[in-house]
């Protein structure tokens, strides 16, 4: 609806400031995006007038929860070029954006890091963002204490500004939160600990280390709804193209040598491949996926996300890109790795043309504007 230019003939020409204030409304309130909400409204005064300035998330920028903990969200954003720049590629980044101060910080889209230097300009009115998905992360009111909700966090509105969250308990058990409770529910399910935690349709889903996957529903009760894929070291859950799907990582034990002496090594574990998979909740279980099409994962620290190649600008799909700090002997930037599915091959991100150009630093028609 946003980034797009029509110019229909003077006979079929519809003065979009007529429309019914109620249907504008409406539509308003679908806008779950703060960035959406602001375009929406600079349309015109009539389109203004029919909105509300407020936020169409269950909050702004941050909220309390507890004494202990606060919660925050940022954007995973696609932002595409003006028509003045058209043959430029798109750039992906996350945005913690605070309308109300009018300001934001940006951060690296599959990392908690910020790079440095980030001071720009991003006018919002003029470039086409598109939203892929949105991160949560609670801070710590004593950020000398350890926390013990440091994983993937993942958020529910539950209807009149609640929402429940849920996310994994450093002992590998679910966590459930909902707005107004005094704390945390930790739910005693875990035959093994789990690794991944989204919400798809509505519901919340976890998975553990086996591939056992379950919907939690907001008054704690688990339900299983796949059994177990064995085989890899690591699950990520992502929605793509409509559907829920199952990553599972693959690590393999790598050694370095310290010095010329051979007196110490250095270990990690690398990333060697990863299986697709797709949920068929009919009958409980996952299927493996030969392709992922015209499909694109993201893995980050916190999120997990899709999105098109033709979205992207990229020749095609079928890649999962992915955070990983292994990638043989030599680190690469922001250690990012692309698997190809259709050859079975990782590459750093600095080798994969059209990928690279999607991250940090910004591209110049970005900076110009």
């Known amino acids: 609806m946003f980034g797009c230019s029509i110019t229909p003939s003077s006979s079929s020409m519809a003065d979009w400031s007529e429309l019914p204030k109620d249907l504008l409304n409406l539509i308003s309130q679908r806008l779950q995006n703060p960035i959406y909400l602001l375009r929406f409204r600079s349309v015109c005064s ?8 407020s936020s169409p998330f269950p909050f702004y920028h941050s909220i309390t929860l507890t004494p202990a903990f606060s919660l925050s969200h940022r954007s995973l954003l696609l932002l595409k070029p003006p028509s003045t720049a058209p043959n430029h590629r798109p750039w992906l980044v996350k945005i913690s954006h605070d309308p109300r101060a009018r300001t934001a910080r940006l951060f690296h889209a599959l990392s908690r890091l910020q790079p440095k230097r980030p001071r720009f300009a991003l006018d919002f009115l003029r470039l086409h963002a598109l939203e892929l998905g949105r991160e949560f992360r609670l801070s710590n009111a004593c950020p000398s204490t350890e926390s013990l909700y ?34 945390w529910t930790i739910l005693p399910d875990m035959p093994t600990p789990y690794d991944d935690v989204c919400a798809f349709r509505g519901t919340f889903y976890a998975v553990d280390g086996n591939g056992r996957s379950v919907t939690v529903g907001l008054d704690a009760a688990v339900r299983v709804v796949a059994e177990r894929v064995f085989g890899g070291d ?11 799907m199952l990553v599972d990582l693959y690590l393999s034990a790598e050694y370095e040598n310290l010095d010329e002496e051979d007196v110490g090594d250095m ?15 009919e009958v409980g279980r996952w299927v493996e996926m030969a392709s992922l099409g015209e499909w694109v994962l993201f893995l980050g ?4 996300f899709s999105a098109s190649a033709k979205d992207l600008g990229v020749e095609r799909g079928n890649y999962v890109v992915f955070r990983d700090n292994g990638l043989g002997a030599v680190r690469v930037a922001n250690g990012v790795g692309v698997f190809d599915l259709d050859e079975g091959k990782i590459s750093p991100l600095s080798e994969c043309p059209g990928f690279s150009e999607l991250f940090w630093p910004p591209p110049d028609w970005v900076r110009s504007n």
């Open 46 to 53: 009539s389109w203004r007038s029919s909105s509300s300035s």
């Open 301 to 304: 620290d916190d999120c997990a």
């Open 234 to 244: 690591k699950k990520f859950l992502v929605e793509c193209d409509g559907a829920l």
């Open 267 to 281: 270990g990690w574990e690398r990333t060697v491949r990863f299986d697709v998979f797709r949920l068929d909740e």
């Open 150 to 183: 440091d994983e993937k966090l993942v958020l529910l509105p539950a209807g009149n500004e609640r929402f429940a969250l849920l996310t994994i308990h450093i002992s590998g058990k679910l966590a459930l939160f909902r707005r107004g409770d005094c704390g």
